[in-house]
């Protein structure tokens, strides 16, 4: 399974912006699909996953702010972050999960920056 996640950039404090990411190299509906992040010196983060079916699960610095959604028939995961602040700077990293093996899939990374 290979992740090509796009959407990153630099955006002002409350602004917006949304993110996509598309899978490939698998036929299947992915299982599970989300995004972390990592900001320099921190540890990588849970922002939100999605379950194939639509099951969803939001980090808690970022609730109430992100919205993430999936189309299966392309399997591409997007989140859609609403009021951003300067400490969701970070690289944004898409992620999936798929039986049997349910082997963790990383993406390349997106940097999104939040100017003040």
């Known amino acids: 399974v290979q992740l090509q996640a796009s959407g990153g950039g630099l955006v002002q404090a409350g602004g917006s912006l949304r993110l996509s990411c598309a899978a490939s190299?698998?036929?299947?509906?992915?299982?599970?699909m989300g995004w972390y992040r990592q900001a320099p010196g921190k540890s990588r983060e849970l922002v939100a996953t999605?379950?194939?079916?639509?099951?969803?699960n939001y980090g808690g610095s970022v609730k109430g702010r992100c919205t993430i959604s999936r189309d299966n028939t392309k399997n591409t995961v997007y989140l859609a972050m609403i009021g951003l602040k300067p400490e969701d700077t970070a690289v944004y990293y898409c992620?999936?999960?798929?039986?049997?093996?349910?082997?963790?899939?990383w993406g390349q990374g997106t940097q999104v920056t939040v100017s003040s």
């Open positions: 999605i379950t194939s079916g639509g099951s969803t």
């Open positions: 190299g698998i036929n299947d509906s992915i299982n599970i």
């Open positions: 992620h999936a999960r798929h039986p049997p093996t349910w082997f963790d899939y």
